[in-house]
């Protein structure tokens, strides 16, 4: 094929964005959502939102799953189907046709979008991204034991075939990119590793982020909703460690409440229960505690990948978290924070941030690295270049049959780790603006 019949890379595209939900909401998927349209938008071409399906026939189809599954557990003890089930993805996908239809695209983009696209049909390119496969979820999360094996193999049979149906598989951790490849058979060529951004509307400037020093109480915060998976009960040994080593130090837990009784308790320790981005002054309230921190702890028992990874490094807070799930896909080691082991307690959570307070440099080194990690990679903007040659890439190969797209000669070419598409060329990475 000539040059003059390929598409232009510099073209704007006209992205469908494809999930049942509603993509411009700030409070779908933790907001992720809309930090991504808004970055295609500004770097990849115009976002069409196919969604969301607030028809009849598809509330009829989730109203009667979740009554089904009412019945079916006062009987057996198990949900009998997830979300991920044929009924609703059979006519979601007859949705998202007709509004394809109406709305020409180039390229689809599915986030978190399997049950939309698994029997989806058209000829148009698919670009599925996730943070986790079913495959990690029913072997990970311990809430999934109640679900059926019917369930269980409805979601897999979804996975599997969104996995095959997409022309590129993304995602933002090595862990579930892996997944994706040695569960459901995607080839290395077209499965990719991007990372998160940062959901903040008004991110600081570098110097605000940098103006970060050890004088005085070492100030350390968790956020999460559930103290269990999120470990609270790690993060408050942690700081009782730092206390008994003769450390000055304050913990701040916001999101969750420790269960009474069972001695959490401590002048030192400080639980704020709730407080919403979407209301200004609380918003302040978050920035402020991001601000005044020295550490961000986050010995999670269990998750993917966490935006507030990104969000701590866009302050330039450096971030102890357990070696678990998608974690690895925020943090580098040394750079923007530190991984435990799971079986790592607080004493050893204590003993790391001790280490690294006892110079001041190593700790102003960190704190700079952990900002330039959000300047490099941990922001949309970076997000939506590397989304934009992943999807300027699927768009070649469906108009040229002689691209390579995943046969065993490539994948045997190909190292054995997921791609790294944030790795492009300096002209792109110069686009990224960071305030």
């Given at each position: 094929?000539?040059?003059?019949?390929?598409?232009?890379?510099?073209?704007?595209?006209?992205?469908?964005?494809?999930?049942?939900?509603?993509?411009?909401?700030?409070?779908?998927?933790?907001?992720?959502?809309?930090?991504?349209?808004?970055?295609?938008?500004?770097?990849?071409?115009?976002?069409?939102?196919?969604?969301?399906?607030?028809?009849?026939?598809?509330?009829?189809?989730?109203?009667?799953?979740?009554?089904?599954?009412?019945?079916?557990?006062?009987?057996?003890?198990?949900?009998?189907?997830?979300?991920?089930?044929?009924?609703?993805?059979?006519?979601?996908?007859?949705?998202?046709?007709?509004?394809?239809?109406?709305?020409?695209?180039?390229?689809?983009?599915?986030?978190?979008?399997?049950?939309?696209?698994?029997?989806?049909?058209?000829?148009?390119?698919?670009?599925?991204?996730?943070?986790?496969?079913?495959?990690?979820?029913?072997?990970?999360?311990?809430?999934?034991?109640?679900?059926?094996?019917?369930?269980?193999?409805?979601?897999?049979?979804?996975?599997?075939?969104?996995?095959?149906?997409?022309?590129?598989?993304?995602?933002?951790?090595?862990?579930?990119?892996?997944?994706?490849?040695?569960?459901?058979?995607?080839?290395?060529?077209?499965?990719?590793?991007?990372?998160?951004?940062?959901?903040?509307?008004?991110?600081?400037?570098?110097?605000?982020?940098?103006?970060?020093?050890?004088?005085?109480?070492?100030?350390?915060?968790?956020?999460?909703?559930?103290?269990?998976?999120?470990?609270?009960?790690?993060?408050?040994?942690?700081?009782?460690?730092?206390?008994?080593?003769?450390?000055?130090?304050?913990?701040?837990?916001?999101?969750?409440?420790?269960?009474?009784?069972?001695?959490?308790?401590?002048?030192k320790f400080k639980v704020i229960p709730f407080l919403s981005k979407h209301d200004p002054e609380q918003r302040k309230q978050i920035e402020q505690l991001f601000t005044e921190a020295h550490f961000m702890l986050l010995p999670t028992r269990a998750d993917a990948t966490p935006i507030v990874i990104s969000e701590a490094c866009a302050v330039g807070l450096p971030v102890l978290a357990t070696d678990t799930g998608g974690l690895g896909g925020s943090i580098t080691e040394g750079v923007n924070g530190f991984l435990l082991p799971y079986e790592a307690r607080?004493?050893?959570?204590?003993?790391?941030?001790?280490?690294?307070?006892?110079?001041?440099?190593?700790?102003?080194?960190?704190?700079?690295?952990?900002?330039?990690?959000?300047?490099?990679?941990?922001?949309?903007?970076?997000?939506?270049?590397?989304?934009?040659?992943?999807?300027?890439?699927?768009?070649?190969?469906?108009?040229?049959?002689?691209?390579?797209?995943?046969?065993?000669?490539?994948?045997?070419?190909?190292?054995?780790?997921?791609?790294?598409?944030?790795?492009?060329?300096?002209?792109?990475?110069?686009?990224?603006?960071?305030?």
């Amino acid at each position: 094929m000539s040059d003059a019949q390929s598409p232009s890379t510099k073209q704007r595209l006209r992205i469908g964005f494809v999930h049942r939900f509603d993509a411009r909401n700030i409070r779908s998927w933790s907001g992720i959502f809309y930090f991504m349209s808004r970055a295609l938008e500004a770097h990849v071409g115009e976002v069409v939102y196919l969604g969301p399906d607030d028809s009849a026939g598809t509330k009829f189809i989730i109203d009667n799953t979740a009554r089904v599954n009412r019945y079916w557990q006062r009987i057996t003890g198990k949900i009998l189907a997830t979300d991920k089930n044929r009924i609703l993805s059979n006519r979601l996908a007859r949705f998202f046709e007709r509004r394809i239809q109406q709305m020409p695209c180039d390229v689809l983009f599915a986030p978190v979008a399997s049950v939309e696209i698994a029997h989806l049909k058209t000829d148009l390119p698919i670009v599925y991204y996730s943070d986790i496969t079913w495959a990690q979820i029913v072997d990970y999360y311990p809430e999934f034991t109640s679900v059926s094996e019917y369930g269980m193999a409805e979601g897999e049979r979804i996975e599997a075939s969104a996995i095959t149906r997409a022309n590129a598989a993304v995602y933002p951790s090595e862990w579930a990119a892996e997944s994706a490849c040695k569960d459901y058979g995607a080839p290395r060529a077209t499965t990719s590793k991007v990372s998160f951004g940062a959901n903040l509307t008004d991110p600081p400037s570098r110097a605000q982020a940098l103006n970060r020093s050890l004088n005085g109480q070492v100030k350390l915060l968790l956020v999460g909703v559930d103290w269990v998976r999120k470990g609270g009960a790690i993060a408050y040994e942690c700081l009782i460690s730092l206390l008994e080593a003769g450390v000055d130090a304050q913990l701040t837990i916001l999101g969750c409440v420790p269960p009474a009784g069972e001695g959490f308790e401590h002048p030192k320790f400080k639980v704020i229960p709730f407080l919403s981005k979407h209301d200004p002054e609380q918003r302040k309230q978050i920035e402020q505690l991001f601000t005044e921190a020295h550490f961000m702890l986050l010995p999670t028992r269990a998750d993917a990948t966490p935006i507030v990874i990104s969000e701590a490094c866009a302050v330039g807070l450096p971030v102890l978290a357990t070696d678990t799930g998608g974690l690895g896909g925020s943090i580098t080691e040394g750079v923007n924070g530190f991984l435990l082991p799971y079986e790592a307690r607080g004493n050893a959570y204590a003993g790391k941030i001790r280490t690294v307070i006892s110079d001041p440099k190593t700790y102003a080194a960190l704190v700079t690295s952990s900002r330039d990690e959000y300047e490099k990679r941990l922001n949309w903007n970076a997000w939506a270049i590397s989304m934009r040659a992943i999807m300027e890439q699927v768009l070649n190969r469906k108009i040229d049959p002689g691209y390579p797209a995943g046969s065993p000669e490539t994948l045997e070419a190909r190292p054995q780790t997921a791609m790294e598409p944030t790795e492009i060329a300096d002209t792109l990475a110069a686009e990224v603006s960071i305030s």
